[in-house]
């Protein structure tokens, strides 16, 4: 099995900063790809931002210029730096990962429990 533990969600005003952490552990043979999506009361969940294997990344339009996503594969670790944040972006903030268990298995898909930010006027 995989766990994928969050940390760094919290109360903040508008226009502040907050980093958001997601550690994967168990049987990781390789992550293919990392996210994180939100979902606000009443909203279905949405895609935030992307890490895929290689490098490459993508970003919701309502959080392009304002949240920066990185990894640190030696930790199988993803981030969520959020800057200038808005009322808007408050929401919980679920991390998620595309993990190869085994060299030739099928790849599997993972939760985090999930992070609360909230963002005040």
């Known amino acids: 099995q995989v766990q994928l533990v ?4 919290g109360l903040v ?3 502040g900063s ?18 994180w999506y939100r979902q606000a009361p009443g909203n279905e969940r949405e895609l935030v931002a992307t890490s895929i294997s290689g490098g490459s990344t993508n970003y ?4 392009k210029g304002r949240f920066t996503i990185s990894r640190d594969n030696a930790k ?10 808005k009322p ?3 929401a919980v ?7 190869l268990r085994q060299a030739n298995g099928p790849a599997y898909n993972y939760w985090g429990q999930g992070t609360q930010v909230t963002v005040s006027s």
């Open 13 to 15: 005003q508008a226009g």
């Open 93 to 99: 903030y679920y991390c998620y990962a595309n993990v």
């Open 6 to 9: 969050e940390s760094g969600g």
């Open 18 to 35: 907050l980093r958001l952490s997601c550690a994967a552990s168990g049987s990781i043979f390789r992550i293919n790809a990392m996210a």
């Open 76 to 85: 199988n670790t993803v981030y969520l730096q959020m800057n200038s944040l």
């Open 88 to 90: 808007e972006d408050t």
């Open 60 to 63: 919701a339009d309502s959080v």
